[in-house]
């Protein structure tokens, strides 16, 4: 079955980094665009950055252009998002997804908190 776990969450300071890592596995990862999207308290999921199956286009949310890269490796079956410039804004649970018809696939989630 499809699995995909988070990792990499934490507290980190404005201004600071953070790389996030998604494990995938129980599908053909090379096969499929990868997306981040992330929920703060009170607020809907929104979509933060999108990857083609070979990691040859990418996309992002205009609240983060700029500050943050998605990419993948599809040899380990990962996604990542590599953070920058973070601001106490871009807290939030960040979630990876997949759609893999007809279902929509969610990791647990990591939590990401910027603050000082």
């Known amino acids: 079955q499809v699995q995909l776990v988070e990792s990499g969450g934490g507290l980190v300071q404005p201004g600071g980094s953070l790389r996030l890592s998604c494990a995938a596995s129980g599908f053909i990862f090379s096969s499929y665009t990868m997306r981040w999207y992330r929920q703060a308290p009170g607020k809907e999921r929104e979509l933060v950055a999108i990857i083609t199956s070979t990691g040859g286009g990418t996309n992002y949310a205009d609240s983060v252009k700029g500050r943050f890269t998605i990419s993948r490796d599809n040899a380990k079956n990962t996604v990542y998002l590599q953070m920058n410039s973070l601001k106490p804004e871009d807290t939030a649970v960040y979630y990876c997804?997949?759609?893999?018809?007809?279902?929509?696939?969610w990791g647990q989630g990591t939590q990401v908190t910027v603050s000082s």
């Open positions: 997804n997949v759609w893999k018809s007809p279902y929509n696939y």
